[in-house]
């Protein structure tokens, strides 16, 4: 997937660009509206997250323009107030999501994919893999006919995981992922997440591999 960010804030920017992009989606930065509209016009994207308080305007005046223009594109706007008022005018100008600063990576996560998943079609959450069924929705995991309920960490590990087979992480990636910038943790949580996932992923037709020296990676037999 193909991402515009439009925010003037360096270091949220350059979060939400690391963030997304361990997911494999390449996210273009533009740092006011002028650039924004400058990148829509020569690129499609396949999702837009807009802040709307910008140092050269109003970003509902670009929604206002973007949805004006029949464009398709889902856009997730990012505002610092909180008010009932200024969401519903978001919502009233055509954006698919709003989040309210200061933002949470795994919920802009889920709401990406939600978004997503509205704009094409998509009604299915449930993946599968031999006897393996996994909702990510009901944080729970179902091996044959046993359904095995996911603490949070353990869903965001595993669902990191199942969307990606055969991709290697590497620990510090699962440290990012999975904990926010300013939690004091190590790398050997990781290992006790994967620890967990194992036991719970015993006589399913899908292993967690250790690849010495890089990381984990998910592997379908």
């Given at each position: 997937?193909?991402?515009?960010?439009?925010?003037?804030?360096?270091?949220?920017?350059?979060?939400?660009?690391?963030?997304?992009?361990?997911?494999?989606?390449?996210?273009?930065?533009?740092?006011?509206?002028?650039?924004?509209?400058?990148?829509?016009?020569?690129?499609?994207?396949?999702?837009?997250?807009?802040?709307?308080?910008?140092?050269?305007?109003?970003?509902?005046?670009?929604?206002?323009?973007?949805?004006?223009?029949?464009?398709k594109?889902?856009?997730?706007?990012?505002?610092?107030?909180?008010?009932?008022?200024?969401?519903?005018?978001?919502?009233?100008?055509?954006?698919?999501?709003?989040?309210?600063?200061?933002?949470?990576?795994?919920?802009?996560?889920?709401?990406?994919?939600?978004?997503?998943?509205?704009?094409?079609?998509?009604?299915?959450?449930?993946?599968?893999h031999?006897?393996?069924?996994?909702?990510?929705?009901?944080?729970?995991?179902?091996?044959?006919?046993?359904?095995?309920?996911?603490?949070?960490?353990?869903?965001?590990l595993?669902?990191?995981?199942?969307?990606?087979?055969?991709?290697?992480?590497?620990?510090?990636?699962?440290?990012?992922?999975?904990?926010?910038?300013?939690?004091?943790?190590?790398?050997?949580?990781?290992?006790?997440?994967?620890?967990?996932?194992?036991?719970?992923?015993?006589?399913?037709?899908?292993?967690?591999?250790?690849v010495?020296?890089?990381?984990?990676?998910?592997?379908?037999?």
């Open positions: 997937m193909r991402f515009l960010l439009i925010e003037d804030n360096t270091n949220l920017a350059q979060a939400v660009v690391e963030r997304l992009s361990l997911d494999g989606h390449v996210v273009d930065h533009a740092v006011n509206l002028s650039d924004g509209h400058a990148f829509c016009a020569t690129t499609d994207y396949d999702m837009i997250l807009l802040d709307i308080m910008l140092p050269d305007g109003d970003g509902r005046a670009f929604l206002k323009h973007h949805r004006a223009s029949q464009s594109t889902p856009v997730i706007a990012i505002t610092a107030r909180s008010e009932v008022s200024d969401r519903v005018s978001i919502l009233d100008l055509g954006a698919d999501d709003y989040m309210v600063k200061p933002i949470d990576f795994a919920e802009l996560e889920a709401r990406c994919r939600a978004v997503l998943r509205r704009n094409g079609g998509g009604a299915q959450n449930l993946i599968q031999g006897n393996c069924r996994f909702d990510p929705l009901a944080g729970t995991l179902y091996i044959d006919d046993t359904s095995i309920p996911l603490r949070a960490r353990e869903l965001r595993f669902e990191l995981l199942i969307n990606a087979p055969n991709q290697i992480f590497s620990k510090s990636q699962l440290v990012d992922r999975l904990f926010s910038y300013d939690a004091d943790v190590s790398e050997n949580a990781i290992e006790v997440y994967i620890g967990r996932l194992r036991k719970h992923l015993e006589g399913a037709k899908i292993v967690i591999r250790t010495r020296g890089l990381g984990y990676k998910l592997e379908l037999l």
